[in-house]
């Protein structure tokens, strides 16, 4: 019986590994950043204090 070279087990985990890395940046890439200008533009829109918010406790 020959024996199971796990190299290549460990080589084919890595791949998958990579795949799903790669997978997973392209979806963070997608993702917009929110700038200082976001901020701003938010609080202009929404004039009220924290304290009259609906999330404040």
């Known amino acids: 019986m020959a024996k199971k ?4 087990n460990k080589n084919s985990k890595r ?4 795949a799903q ?5 392209k979806e ?3 993702v917009p950043e929110l700038t200082r200008e976001d901020l701003l ?5 929404y ?3 924290l304290r009259e ?5």
């Open 28 to 30: 963070l890439d997608e």
């Open 53 to 57: 918010s609906e999330f404040a406790r």
């Open 41 to 45: 533009e938010y609080l202009e829109s």
């Open 15 to 18: 791949a998958f590994l990579q």
């Open 5 to 8: 070279n796990k190299n290549l």
């Open 21 to 25: 890395l790669e997978a997973i940046q």
């Open 47 to 49: 004039p009220k204090s």
